[in-house]
């Protein structure tokens, strides 16, 4: 199997697989992403036994492909407390699991020249009080003083004090292994081509190599949800943006954490270097699904569109979005033909972006290219995720269209669906997450924050 670093990724962090699949579990997890990895998690800690089933490698999609932003400042209102949660879960996960997630709370910084940007932060901070979440805004002066070395005519900023990043090649890998020890059976390189139901409810999954019954199943399943919910006449619009990063090799710190100017975006690794997005550069590709969808997207579409390209490419052909009826249960799906989806990366923008850097940071002068990548990134037409039931599939339980930000809200995404599964009182009111909002209308017309 094709590992990270043959997709651009730096090496993801091994997990083992187990080897002889079950018949049965009480909840089959679908999807090995930062998700389905802390929804298994949660699920077994509440002593349920859980299959989590991944088609290629943990971590080897979205997961594995994030800058590691684990953020409450400028998250939508509606994933606020869900935000909040799961910043306190990753101050608290790798000491209860015994393993480094790679979390450091080391500050985020976002800088402007722009006043309608500053003036929409300042509105943020006054809502995010009411959800006793500090931000603090940066005068000029203030600004310029947290981003030495790059003191241009900045006229304010925020600062997100105890927001931080987590490595996107640990993070999921490692809370894998901690649900395996508590008993949680995971399978790599093994895809759920689709459900099972019987009288009416979800009674199991088939998988490449068997079935396995189960009274509840999770799709998790990042960019491929929407086709494997088609496949059983589930209607989830979901559309894909093709976004590149790349990281370097270690060079001088010039931030603790992660910087938005208006031409980049930077955020230091564990390991030295760092991670460069050139900022306004994701591409909205063409493909039948997001054309299926094209309704549903039109007011998210307008909302974003300095900051999109259009383009039209191989994915409208091959991958997640490319229209499928109901293939049938006993030949390979779709998914087994992508074990790892790794879109590639747009390169004509690396050299600039680096270039950029450098000449506002000449102390990073030397610093180099180290792998490219691309992410297919899973957007609903609100920007908010699916965490839900599916009223019409009693059984089946969605946690997916994280779109762009769900890496640091993952592990309360994660949980909370654990807790809708189990029926238990959930962590925060999931109201703002219930898929039935993106199928009756009432999610139409509302873009949220990415
Ligand atoms: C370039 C980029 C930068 C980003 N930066 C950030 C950031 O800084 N902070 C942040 O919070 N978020 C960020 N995100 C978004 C974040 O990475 C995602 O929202 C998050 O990782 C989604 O996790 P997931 O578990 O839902 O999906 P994924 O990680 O995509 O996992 C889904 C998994 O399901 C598996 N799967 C699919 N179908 C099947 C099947 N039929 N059977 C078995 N397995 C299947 C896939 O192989 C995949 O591994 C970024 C995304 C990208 C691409």
């Known amino acids: 199997m094709q590992n990270g670093s043959a997709n651009g990724l730096p090496p993801l962090q091994e997990v083992e697989s187990d080897l002889q699949l079950p018949t049965r579990a009480d909840v089959v997890v679908i999807g090995g992403g930062i998700v389905g990895v802390s929804a298994a998690y949660s699920l077994a800690r509440k002593g349920h036994s859980v299959v989590l089933l991944e088609k290629g490698r943990v971590a080897a999609e979205q997961s594995g492909r994030n800058w590691g932003w684990c953020r409450k400042q400028n998250r939508d209102e509606r994933e606020l407390p869900l935000a909040k949660h799961s910043m306190e879960l990753w101050e608290t ?30 509105d943020w901070a006054r809502m995010a009080q009411g ?24 006229i304010g900023g925020v600062h997100a004090p105890t927001d931080g990043r987590a490595e996107p ?30 009288g009416g409810r979800v009674s199991g ?11 509840a ?10 086709m494997l919910c088609r496949r059983h006449s589930i209607s989830l619009p979901q559309a894909g943006v093709r976004s590149t990063v790349f990281c370097t090799t270690p060079a001088a710190e010039v931030t603790p954490g992660g910087l938005v100017t208006p031409d980049f975006t930077i955020s230091r690794r564990l390991d030295g270097g760092y991670i460069i997005a050139a900022n306004d550069r994701g591409r909205l590709e063409v493909t039948p699904q997001g054309l299926r969808y094209a309704r549903e997207f ?3 579409f307008q909302t974003r569109r300095k900051s999109l390209k259009i383009g039209f490419g191989k994915a409208f052909f091959d991958g997640p979005e490319t229209i499928r009826g109901k293939w049938p249960l006993d030949r390979p799906s779709p998914f087994e033909r992508h074990r790892i989806y790794a879109p590639p990366p747009d390169t004509s923008i690396v050299q600039p972006a680096l270039d950029r850097v450098i000449s506002t940071y000449p102390a990073l002068q030397g610093m180099q290219m180290a792998r490219a990548w691309g992410g297919w990134i899973d957007c609903t037409p609100d920007s908010v995720p699916v965490i839900s039931a599916v009223d019409k599939l009693p059984g089946f339980f969605l946690a997916t269209g994280f779109s762009g930000h769900g890496f640091g809200i993952g592990p309360g995404a994660g949980r909370l669906a654990a807790d809708l599964i189990a029926g238990d009182a959930p962590i925060v009111d999931p109201t703002p997450f219930r898929y039935a909002r993106l199928v009756d209308g009432t999610a139409l017309g509302k873009p949220g924050m990415m």
Not at 100 to 110: A, K, N, Q, S, V
Not at 177 to 197: H, M, P, W
């Open 93 to 122: 996960l790798a000491g209860e699991i015994g393993a480094d997630m790679g979390f450091r709370p080391t500050g985020l910084i976002y800088v402007t020249k722009d006043k309608d940007t500053l003036a929409a932060w300042e």
């Open 131 to 154: 959800y006793q979440v500090h931000s603090r805004i940066l005068t000029a002066d203030e600004a310029r003083a947290l981003t030495p070395g790059n003191e241009q005519n900045w």
């Open 169 to 198: 090649s640990m993070a999921a890998a490692a809370l894998a292994e901690a649900a395996r020890k508590l008993g949680v059976q995971l399978f790599q390189g093994c895809a759920v081509r689709g459900l099972e139901t019987s």
């Open 205 to 215: 999954v088939v998988t490449e190599r068997g079935r396995i019954a189960a009274s």
């Open 217 to 226: 199943v999770l799709c998790a399943a990042g960019a491929w949800s929407s």
């Open 298 to 300: 039109w007011p998210m």
